[in-house]
């Protein structure tokens, strides 16, 4: 009804294959915690499939199969019916999903105890565009695809944490006029990748297209994803540090004066605003940091003390006289992960992705950053 309303398009197709899904206890002997994913082809072609996630309890997962022709509703849905998710019809029973195991399972076993059991099929679709004016959609109402790689609901949560900063700013009246643009910008294009890697992954296999485990675990986990061509994006660095637009990674071990016990750098960052972090190593004097002190001074005046800042300082630098909260970097992980030398600026967003970064700091770039961002 709302994309609809808004006039949004959800282009895309049906699988015409049926899915059945069943939380069972197996008494097999395979590792516990471990997925299993085991599948039959014909002609490269998959007909047969068999994929059990463990669920808490003793040998309980749930098993996702092809559906037998007996528990399959008729035909193929309507171009124009978005067929997706949990069918009406008779339910898989234990028996059907004994079948399945015989002909796929690792170890011979038997299923028992079904606590629950369902129909369900697959579509991918995808709106040509993630709001209207005021309105905006997030999850499953923008996109939808196969289970392949657990991509929906962590994809939906994504959209929400990416919009809602940017609602909370326009409705206090701080956003710049074009910042909700930039919910379609940066997100339509990660639906647009979930959805024809998921269909590809439904079809292949997760990792079919790698070679490197590290990588495909890292993009499942959709740890790879990257804003960089997004409009509220600043410029790549000159040196080969961290890109903007990509994920702000985490650092151990900062410690602040007088507190005993290490930060991580996730902590600072876990409020809903964003976070500018100055830099300083040992070569910074103490003119490099009153530079510093007025860049902070210039984006507080700018953001109308809406940006959290911090000076992250190596162990050595000489900056204990800062007006500014002090953090070191002790062990040195912040400036390796974040590839911080001299004085630099890192601006992180409240969503956790790395905004923009400067080194030398340089006042204007730095405000001039975050208008886009702020009224
Ligand atoms: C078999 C299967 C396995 C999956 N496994 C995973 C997984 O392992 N990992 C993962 O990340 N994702 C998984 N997903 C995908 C995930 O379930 C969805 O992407 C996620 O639930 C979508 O969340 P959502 O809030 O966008 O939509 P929904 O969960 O569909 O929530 C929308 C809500 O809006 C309500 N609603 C609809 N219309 C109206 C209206 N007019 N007024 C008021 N309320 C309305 C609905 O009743 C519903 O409660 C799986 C999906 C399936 C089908």
Not at 43 to 56: A, K, S, W, Y
Not at 79 to 103: C, N, W
Request: net charge negative; hydrophobic share 40%.
């Amino acid at each position: 009804m709302v994309r609809k309303g808004l006039g949004l398009t959800f282009e895309g197709g049906a699988f015409v294959e049926q899915y059945m899904l069943g939380d069972v206890e197996v008494d097999w002997a395979m590792p516990r915690g471990y997925g299993i994913r085991s599948m039959h082809q014909t002609d490269g072609e998959t007909d047969d499939l068999l994929v059990c996630i463990p669920l808490p309890g003793r040998r309980r997962y749930r098993m996702s199969m092809l559906v037998p022709s007996d528990l399959a509703g008729t035909g193929t849905p309507a171009a124009d019916k978005i067929a997706h998710g949990f069918e009406a019809g008779p339910a898989p029973e234990l028996s059907h999903i004994q079948a399945v195991l015989d002909r796929l399972s690792p170890q011979p076993t038997r299923a028992s105890n079904l606590r629950w059991s369902s129909v369900f099929r697959i579509s991918h679709r995808i709106v040509d565009s993630y709001g209207r004016g005021r309105v905006f959609v997030a999850g499953d109402a923008a996109h939808i695809h196969p289970p392949t790689g657990a991509q929906g609901m962590n994809t939906g949560i994504q959209d929400a944490h990416n919009l809602a900063w940017k609602v909370a700013l326009a409705v206090s009246g701080a956003a710049a006029p074009d910042l909700l643009d930039s919910y379609d910008a940066e997100r339509r294009p990660v639906g647009e990748e979930v959805v024809g890697r998921t269909v590809r992954s439904a079809r292949e296999g997760i990792g079919a297209g790698s070679s490197d485990p590290d990588y495909v675990i890292r993009r499942e986990a959709q740890l790879l994803i990257s804003y960089a061509d997004s409009p509220i994006v600043g410029e790549p660095a000159s040196n080969a540090g961290l890109a903007p637009g990509s994920r702000a990674p985490d650092a151990r071990g900062l410690t602040r004066t007088t507190v005993a016990f290490p930060l991580r750098l996730f902590t600072l960052l876990a409020g809903p605003n964003h976070t500018l972090l100055l830099y300083a190593d040992d070569s910074v004097d103490a003119r490099g940091l009153e530079l510093l002190e007025a860049a902070a001074t210039s984006v507080d005046a700018a953001t109308g003390g809406l940006v959290d800042t911090y000076l992250v300082a190596s162990p050595a630098a000489e900056v204990g006289e800062t007006v500014l909260p002090l953090i070191r970097d002790r062990d040195g992980e912040f400036a390796r992960a974040y590839g911080a030398e001299g004085a630099a600026a890192f601006v992180i967003r409240p969503d956790g992705y790395l905004g923009f970064r400067q080194s030398p700091v340089a006042v204007d770039g730095l405000t001039g950053y975050l208008k886009p961002t702020f009224r």
